[in-house]
């Protein structure tokens, strides 16, 4: 695992409340993903913990979000339905919002 991944990854599972807000993005074309360190907000939704967020065109979607580690992989469900599956290796340090 390189030391991006590694940094991700704790910082997933060690993150806290007192510390909430943006974690990671990733950016293809006019798509971007977000992932917070937050509590989901899909109320459907009760194995992915973390909020995620996809702007795309200026519409904003919903989502949740965790990271498997052993397949270095984020799972991501929105609320249109919506389920990636995404390397963890392509997301970047939040930039400011």
């Keep these: 695992m390189k030391l991006n991944q590694l940094v991700f990854a704790v910082a997933a ?13 990733f950016r293809e074309g006019n798509v971007l993903i977000t ?9 459907e939704v009760v194995n992915l913990p973390n909020r995620a967020e996809w702007i795309e065109k200026g519409i904003k979607t919903e989502g949740c979000w965790s990271i498997n ?6 799972v991501v469900y929105f609320a249109d339905k919506t389920v990636a599956v995404i390397p963890a290796r392509v997301f970047t340090k939040a930039t400011a919002i």
Excluded: R
Aim: contains cysteine.
């Design 13 to 25: 599972l060690l993150s806290t409340a007192a510390h909430s807000g943006p974690l990671v993005e």
């Design 35 to 43: 992932l917070y360190d937050e509590p989901c907000v899909l109320t």
């Design 69 to 74: 580690l052993p397949t270095q992989t984020v």
